[in-house]
Nanobody, 122 residues
Framework: QVQLVESGGGSVQGGGSLRLSCAAS????????MAWFRQAPGKEREVVAS???????KYADSVQGRFTISKDNAKDTLDLQMNSLKIEDTAMYYC????????????????WGQGTQVTVSS
């Protein structure tokens, strides 16, 4: 099992940047798929970016080229660097973990952080 705690959310203007962090209670390297999800009011929770137990990264088309997911295995942290933010990026962002291989559905992830709000204004 692993506990997750997100931080770094806030309010920024369009075109700005934010860096979200997720602190894990144990090492996830070689064990878990780690991912960032987001959910806006009235919308389905969607995967933003994921990184496999061995470092393979994937991104949603909507954030490709703007967001970067990374892990610091020495610190047991997962980060999401968000650049060129758009109003459409406004959502609650969640850190999540799934044993073994990644799968692009929130229903496959067993471990979740509490969420951190990201608000982007024009």
């Amino acid at each position: 099992q692993v506990q997750l705690v997100e931080s770094g959310g806030g309010s920024v203007q369009g075109g700005g940047s934010l860096r979200l962090s997720c602190a894990a209670s144990r090492s996830t390297s070689g064990i878990y798929c780690m991912a960032w999800f987001r959910q806006a009011p009235g919308k389905e929770r969607e995967v933003v970016a994921s990184i496999s137990p061995y470092g393979t990264r994937k991104y949603a088309d909507s954030v490709q080229g703007r967001f970067t997911i990374s892990k610091d295995n020495a610190k047991d942290t997962l980060d999401l660097q968000m650049n060129s933010l758009k109003i459409e990026d406004t959502a609650m962002y969640y850190c999540a973990a799934k044993f073994d291989a990644c799968y692009p559905s929130h229903r496959a992830f067993a471990y979740w952080g509490q969420g951190t709000q990201v608000t982007v204004s024009s």
